[in-house]
């Protein structure tokens, strides 16, 4: 039989084991999945997701696409943010408003700041107005500048949400208003509301305060002043009751979204944090303002209580079975290696939890610098299932990445000519020897 020599090179591999305790946090004697929760939700449907995993803890009618009204309003904030950040325009800068914000504003039972023609506001002005108080006048002046129309804008708004692999949405209007109810501005489409998943609203919501975090500190603001100082001051209360101060407060809740209209009845897309562990939550189709938050607090009580992020290995530190990664034409055959980050799973409360680790290294070539990432690890949860998660995505890219904790230099050719040789007659006596 041939041996295989120490020389020999993997360009790519899985390693894994059937059983990982010792090395992450001890022996773990049951497995137990989360029971599927009977809430009682009085709502059209609703999920409940951790947002670092992407694990779903309940869900409810998750995909089926429902009318989200304002909640729409996430998409326009994402693609705000994304416009600031690639300097397309800035906070600063002053907008005029235009006779559809200013007509839109007028629209019977919508959400608005009274935009006035010949008034001029900037780009954060009217975010805020957007984010906290649901402006449907400041998302359309928003959308206008930013694609020179509320049509350009919502295509952009669903080639986001394509992007983002939201599968169960269809936007007409920026802003979440009927495409029917908007006067001379009305849009002719046989898709008179704007649809979404609570899945997707789910998603929608992950990316927009993963991508721009800066938006939990405007979304969590309780109470607003549009115009401060002027004689049209408007003070007005963020529509998200579970905020402090507010009817419904919740602790930890900062943001996100509320939405009402007459066929999408009171959704709320909520998130909230706790010990390190942020949930997301989304309720559609419910009968009340208040309903909405009494529904959101059912959910948020069920994960809080139920679930956990427990660490399972430290900053920096070696897997124990997997403390090198092979190395291409390095003075050295291979490189240590650690996670980058501490590493955290979604445990459920009181129940002991089995996970079998997969990591998996990179093609390696010298030189590697220390820091670099070489590889991930991912622990699965045994007897979890895709369907377990947000995305399908979620389940293949859990994990931490693992680094390099020093660097190899690459070998000299005189260094490589010598190892050939040694690999050479390696093989040889190999091939001698072998049965």
């Known amino acids: 039989m041939k041996r295989t020599t120490w020389t020999k090179r993997l360009t790519g591999f899985i390693l894994s084991v059937a059983m990982f305790a010792t090395g992450m946090g001890g022996a773990a004697t049951k ?21 670092s995993t992407g694990k779903i803890l309940y869900s409810m009618n998750p995909d089926a696409p429902l009318p ?11 693609l705000v943010l994304e416009a600031i950040k690639e300097k397309k325009i800035s906070w600063d800068e002053k907008v005029p408003v235009s006779e559809y914000a200013f007509y839109v504003a007028r629209i019977s039972d919508t959400s608005g700041v009274y935009l006035n023609l010949g008034e001029s506001f900037t780009v954060r002005e009217l975010y805020n107005a957007m984010a906290v108080v649901s402006a449907n006048d400041a998302t359309v002046l928003l959308a206008e500048k930013i694609a020179g129309s509320e049509a350009n804008f919502v295509q952009m708004m669903n080639k986001k949400a394509a992007e983002f692999g939201m599968k169960n949405t269809s936007f007409v209007t920026s802003s979440g208003l009927p495409a029917n109810e908007l006067g001379p501005y009305s849009i002719k489409t046989d898709q008179v509301e704007n649809l979404m998943s609570a899945r997707d ?7 927009l305060i993963r991508d721009f975090p800066e938006a939990l500190e405007v979304s969590k603001i309780p ?16 529509n998200n009751w579970m905020l402090p101060d507010l009817p419904n407060y919740y602790p930890g809740v900062d943001g996100l979204k509320t939405g009402y209209t007459q066929a999408a009845g009171n959704c709320f ?3 909230a944090v706790r010990d390190n562990m942020r949930l997301i939550s989304v309720v559609m189709g419910t009968d009340s303002k208040t309903k909405r938050f009494v529904e959101t607090k059912k959910l948020y009580d069920y994960g809080f209580s139920n679930f956990k992020l427990t660490k399972q290995l430290d900053k920096n530190v070696s897997v124990k079975g997997f403390e090198t990664a092979p190395v291409t034409n390095g003075v050295e055959l291979s490189v240590p290696a650690v996670t980058a980050t501490e590493v955290n799973v979604l445990t459920k409360i009181g ?19 220390q820091g670099q990432v070489i590889g991930k690890l991912v622990l699965k949860e ?7 998660y947000l995305q399908p995505e979620d389940a293949a890219k859990a994990g931490a990445d693992l680094v390099a904790s020093q660097e190899v230099e690459e070998a000299s050719w005189i260094r490589l000519f010598f190892r050939s040789i040694i690999q050479f007659f390696g093989n040889l006596f190999s091939s001698g020897t072998g049965n």
Do not use: W
């Not at 607003?224 to 209360?237: C, H, V």
């Open 223 to 238: 109470r607003f002043t549009f115009r401060p100082g002027s004689k049209n001051e408007l003070k007005m209360a963020n």
């Open 269 to 271: 897309t909520g998130t």
């Open 201 to 207: 609203s789910a998603i929608l919501a992950r990316n």
């Open 31 to 51: 497995v137990e999945a989360a029971p599927a929760a009977d809430l009682q939700l009085a709502a059209k449907s609703a999920i409940l997701v951790e947002a």
């Open 351 to 369: 129940a002991e939890t089995k996970f079998t680790p997969t990591v998996t290294y990179q093609d390696l070539t010298a030189p590697i610098k």
């Open 382 to 388: 045994e007897g979890a299932k895709d369907t377990d």
């Open 68 to 78: 989200p009204a304002s909640m729409s309003k996430m998409m326009a904030e994402y």
